[in-house]
Nanobody, 121 residues
Framework: QVQLVESGGGLVQPGGSLGLSCVAS????????MAWYRQAPGKQRELVAR???????DYADSVKGRFTISRDNTKYILYLRMSSLKPEDTGVYYC???????????????WGQGTQVTVSS
């Protein structure tokens, strides 16, 4: 099986910084696009940032200039560095990846369990 496990969430004051990590493990053949999503209470899950295998990244307008997505292809790790955090950044952050399992032709979508980020004074 394949699983994604996030870590690094927590409580931070407005204007502060926080880093998230997501590790993919299991019967992995290859990892393609990876992304971070978030879901605030009472709202739909939204894309925060995504990154291709080659490192091309794009961001939601609301986080441009404040968040940085990166990845380590050798260790199947996805990162999100968040700075200048605002209360509206509060939510559960989910890791998403398109992963082809070893011995399988097509890639499938996988999700982590989520990690809570709370921005509050």
């Amino acid at each position: 099986q394949v699983q994604l496990v996030e870590s690094g969430g927590g409580l931070v004051q407005p204007g502060g910084s926080l880093g998230l990590s997501c590790v993919a493990s299991g019967n992995i053949g290859s990892v393609h696009d990876m992304a971070w999503y978030r879901q605030a209470p009472g709202k739909q899950r939204e894309l925060v940032a995504r990154i291709t295998y080659s490192g091309y990244a794009d961001y939601a307008d609301s986080v441009k200039g404040r968040f940085t997505i990166s990845r380590d292809n050798t260790k199947y790790i996805l990162y999100l560095r968040m700075s200048s955090l605002k209360p509206e950044d509060t939510g559960v952050y989910y890791c998403n990846a398109q992963i082809r399992k070893s011995g399988v032709v097509d890639a499938s979508d996988y999700w982590g369990q989520g990690t809570q980020v709370t921005v509050s004074s």
